[in-house]
């Protein structure tokens, strides 16, 4: 009896699995540049001290694996975001990116992201511990229309550059003329770029190519570990919303619609009515600010804040990371009455005090 062999065909890895597999190809080159990991995170290269120290004052470059990416395609995919999303959509466009946030019908943000746009698909730059989370709820409110959501976290690597010589470095690396205006974005044929926030210029870079942009940047910028990036996103005043802080805050509370991540002028979204109320009819109670702690501990995302004699929180946490020149910079949303009579601290009074810092947009918009 002859035996029949059957050719081996090749089977398609799944996006989890091809996530898994470029993550790993990414940390083995980056630990062969000296980069220590905890779990995907890049805690520094070899000389943390220096590193925070040139986050200030020299030009930095990092890798930002913590952050992932959802793909939204389809003909409806506009319509679809349009009607989820606390900014108008409409303004997205392969040259012009956007901060937005999803909320819950009570207008309690459930995640916050950047919106950019390649080619004819949407993409969520969002926290990689919230992709997960984010995919099986907005899959919900698909129905008939034609729209794909998918984790593409496998199709770019995610770099930030920072510095006054970031702008000639990626034209030099990229052979282009970045954007400089902020949330302007470019893209390439192996990259796309956006200018973001900051009290220096900075960008993001999502590259199908990190390797050789790597080694070209790394010849002229510090490679620092993931915090760096963090702590220059609190100094900007830029709040993450995580898994700890989800459904907390509406979109005010954090300022988000003082640094372009709401619209008053477009449709209907989920929770726009009560977004829309606190603008125009309400008060707001509590808002978020930017703060130091003399700290050798790194406070949480969610951790609660006091005054003195009050045995209720007035605030919680929604950032925290080392500051260069020592102690903790933080994001907090605070009642504003206690923010302004009282002193407010991070966990028991009277240690652990909060001292305010000037956030670089104002707070009266």
Avoid at 36 to 46: D, M, N, R, T, W
Avoid at 66 to 71: A, L
Avoid at 286 to 292: E, P, S, V
């Amino acid at each position: 009896m002859d035996i029949i062999v059957k050719p081996l065909i090749p089977r398609l890895l799944t996006h989890v699995e091809l996530n898994k597999m470029m993550i790993e190809q990414w940390q083995r080159y980056l630990q062969q540049n000296g980069a220590q990991f905890e779990e995907h995170v890049v805690l520094h290269f070899g000389s943390p001290a220096i590193e925070r120290q040139a986050a200030l004052q020299s030009n930095i470059l990092t890798d930002l694996s913590y952050f992932g990416i959802i793909k939204i395609s389809g003909s409806d995919a506009a319509k679809f975001l349009q009607g989820q999303l606390t900014n108008d959509v409409l303004q997205v466009n392969t040259d012009q990116s956007q901060l937005s946030a999803w909320c819950n019908p009570k207008g309690r943000i459930i995640v916050n992201f950047r919106l950019f746009q390649r080619q004819d698909a949407y993409y969520l730059f969002l926290p990689q511990a919230s992709v997960e989370m984010t995919l099986k709820r907005l899959r919900m409110y698909i129905l008939r229309a034609a729209v794909q959501l998918e984790e593409v976290s496998h199709q770019f690597v995610r770099l930030g550059i920072a510095g006054e010589q970031s702008v000639s470095l990626i034209a030099d690396s990229l052979n282009c003329t970045p954007p400089t205006s902020i949330n302007a974005s470019l893209t390439l044929e192996t990259a796309t770029i956006i200018r973001v926030q900051g009290v220096q210029p900075r960008y993001l870079l999502f590259t199908e190519t990190p390797q050789t942009l790597w080694s070209r940047l790394a010849q002229s910028a510090h490679p620092v570990g993931t915090a760096i990036w963090q702590c220059l996103d609190i100094l900007a005043g830029l709040p993450q919303v995580v898994p700890a802080t989800s459904e907390e805050f509406v979109p005010q509370m954090i300022n988000y619609s003082l640094i372009g991540g709401v619209s008053f002028n477009k449709g209907c979204y989920t929770g726009q009515e009560i977004v829309a109320r606190m603008q125009y009819l309400g008060t707001l109670k509590r808002r978020m600010y930017l703060a130091k702690i003399d700290t050798t501990s790194l406070p949480q995302p969610s951790d609660a804040l006091y005054v003195s004699n009050e045995p209720q929180s007035v605030g919680k946490i929604v950032n925290a990371q080392w500051h260069p020149h020592g102690g903790v910079v933080v994001l907090a949303v605070i009642q504003v009455t206690q923010a302004e009579q009282n002193e407010v601290y991070w966990q028991t009074p009277p240690s652990e005090k909060l001292h305010w810092l000037d956030l670089p947009y104002s707070v009266t918009g």
